[in-house]
């Protein structure tokens, strides 16, 4: 399985930005699919996931309502719209895929099998 998160840039305070990560490897249904970042000097986070069919979605409190998850499982993507972005969210962005048989939203990055190696976004004030 192999990942690779795009879309990253320099944007400023309130702009939107849409991350994609593409997919190869098994069956990209079988997998419940996650956003998460890092900022400089923090810990990883959770930002958002996807249910393997689409139907589930779950953010981070910090991003809810800016934020919106997506897939499309006959590209073999996931996307993040990340609208009304604030300096804070500037940060490293990973996708992520669990491997699963239910449709679940999982938000420990542990829970995650496959990583991608990451998109960086900066907002500035």
């Known amino acids: 399985v192999q990942l690779q998160a795009s879309g990253g840039g320099l944007v400023q305070y309130g702009d939107s930005l849409r991350l994609s990560c593409g997919y190869s490897g098994r069956t990209f249904s079988t997998f419940t699919m996650g956003w998460f970042r890092q900022a400089p000097g923090k810990e990883r986070e959770f930002v958002a996931a996807?249910?393997?069919?689409?139907?589930?979605?779950g953010y981070a409190d910090s991003v809810k309502g800016r934020f919106a998850v997506s897939r499309n499982n006959a590209k073999n993507a996931v996307y993040l719209q990340m609208n009304s972005l604030k300096p804070e969210d500037t940060a490293v962005y990973y996708c992520a895929a669990s491997f699963t048989l239910a449709e679940v939203v999982k938000t420990h990055q542990n829970d995650y099998d496959y990583w991608g190696q990451g998109t960086l976004v900066t907002v500035s004030s």
């Open positions: 996807i249910s393997r069919g689409g139907g589930r979605t």
